[in-house]
């Protein structure tokens, strides 16, 4: 089956660091690109950072400059390295896969994993 769990999600105060790690199974992950998206309670699932099957990466402006996005096919892991992180940071960190090439959009993701909370304070 497939699966893609989700770690690392915490409690920081602003401009602090995190890292989440999501561990993937039941597909070859180097086959898609791998994405991180994130929600807050009520809104909309907001791309957060991507990191395509040949390794090219891609980030939402809000996040540019302090999250790096990574993958280890080997491992079959994505990784999302959390800097300077502020309160707006604050939501359900998701990660995602899909076939699709260079999409930033949600519906095209086949397979998502169950989200990591992050929680950032003033």
């Known amino acids: 089956q497939v699966q893609l769990v989700e770690s690392g999600g915490g409690v920081v105060q602003a401009g602090g660091s995190l890292r989440l790690s999501c561990v993937t199974s039941?597909?070859?992950?180097?086959?898609?690109?791998m994405a991180w998206y994130r929600q807050v309670p009520g809104g909309k699932r907001e791309y957060v950072a991507g990191?395509?099957?040949?390794?090219?990466?891609n980030y939402a402006n809000s996040v540019k400059g302090r999250f790096t996005a990574s993958r280890d096919n080997a491992k079959k892991t994505v990784y999302l390295q959390m800097n300077s992180l502020k309160p707006e940071d604050t939501a359900l960190y998701y990660c995602?896969?899909?076939?699709?090439?260079?999409?930033?959009?949600?519906?095209?993701?086949?397979?998502w994993g169950q989200g990591t909370q992050v929680t950032v304070s003033s």
């Open positions: 990191v395509r099957r040949d390794m090219s990466t």
């Open positions: 995602a896969a899909t076939i699709s090439s260079s999409s930033h959009d949600y519906r095209d993701y086949n397979y």
């Open positions: 039941g597909f070859t992950m180097s086959l898609d690109d």
